[in-house]
């Protein structure tokens, strides 16, 4: 039988998954708690920086046509009142820093432009999409966890971005995040159980997807998920690839699996429709418009396609 598991630098086209291919970036953990470090590194001529506010970032386009997240040296960076956080260092020695602030800068060239990760993940590279996401993600904890869960006190920045103490009662907090499944479920006869949101415009389908709950294994979440959304029984679960999905928290675990029954009955509350496409018929109705592709940087478009067996077509980039 085909086996999926470690499909995360696997291109379908000249597409990679999205979010999840290598960066070249080492975190470089163990330089956090070392002030004297950070200091030396954010001093250096090499360092580069960028802003992060709101989830947006500030991307150009460059002479060859490509897309790149706008860093200057770090001694030109607006460090003002800004949060800084310690991305980590690339083959050549160079450190990146994210300043986190309450608005981007404004630019002087007049091509550069704000976006989000949902935009900017599929124009940029894996390097530069790999730092706005640490980025995107440290911000987002860092505004929802500015008190302390056991004792209620505001709590203050260490660790270079990625700890926050607690001064009235010791407590260190981690960022979180939160593990979700979506899975392309197939039957018998090798179609595939697509499911359309109830706030999804009408048209667009895709796979379905839920939280891990408390206490549950993802085998068992992928498996309750389908059962709850489209009413179908799931056997076997496999594991294919991971993606971060820091809106604002998550972290996609994407699965194939193989239905054990085939009636649909959908829940009416997250999923409105639920229908198994054939090749030929998801093929049909992408050419009539019947449906709508499926939404252009999630993991969701690239289980598709492992089904699929070739690119589907992208609606293209979502300003979000
Ligand atoms: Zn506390």
């Known amino acids: 039988m085909t086996t999926w598991t470690d499909r995360t630098d696997d291109r379908v086209g000249d597409r990679p998954l999205s979010l999840a291919a290598a960066s070249g970036i080492d975190r470089a953990a163990h330089h956090r708690l070392d002030e004297a470090w950070l200091a ?32 200057t040296p770090s001694f030109e960076a607006p460090l003002t009142e800004a949060h800084r956080y310690f991305l980590g260092t690339d083959g050549d020695g160079v450190s990146y820093f994210a300043l986190q602030k309450d608005s981007l800068p404004g630019r002087m060239d007049q091509s550069a432009r704000a976006a989000g990760l949902r935009e900017a993940g599929l124009l940029l590279s894996p390097r530069d999409a790999g730092l706005m996401a640490h980025a995107v993600a440290l911000e987002n904890w860092q505004r929802l966890h500015r008190f302390c869960s056991r004792c209620g006190e505001r709590t ?17 907090h981690y960022p979180r995040t939160d593990p979700a499944v979506i899975m392309l479920v197939t039957d018998h006869e090798d179609r595939a159980l697509l499911g359309r949101q109830m706030h999804w415009p009408e048209g667009r389908f895709s796979t379905l997807a839920g939280f891990v709950e408390p206490g549950e294994s993802i085998e068992q979440s992928v498996r309750r ?33 193989r239905a054990v029954s085939s009636k649909i009955t959908v829940d009416g509350e997250e999923i409105s429709e639920a229908r198994w496409f054939s090749r030929d018929e998801l093929r049909a109705a992408f050419e009539s418009g019947e449906v709508l592709p499926p939404y252009g940087i999630s993991i969701a478009a690239r289980l598709i396609e492992l089904w699929y067996g070739e690119p589907v077509p992208r609606p293209g980039a979502t300003p979000a």
Do not use: N
């Open 40 to 71: 030396a590194a954010w001093s250096h001529p090499t360092t580069r920086a960028f802003v992060v506010s709101g989830g947006q970032v500030l991307i150009d386009e460059t002479e060859d046509g490509s897309t790149e997240l706008v860093m």
């Open 225 to 257: 998920e389908v059962w709850e959304e489209a009413g179908v029984e799931v056997g076997e679960v496999e594991y294919v690839a991971s993606q971060p999905w820091p809106f604002p928290s998550s972290l996609m675990l994407g699965f194939m699996a």
């Open 156 to 172: 203050v920045i260490t660790a270079a971005g990625h700890i926050r103490r607690c001064p009235a009662c010791g407590a260190e």
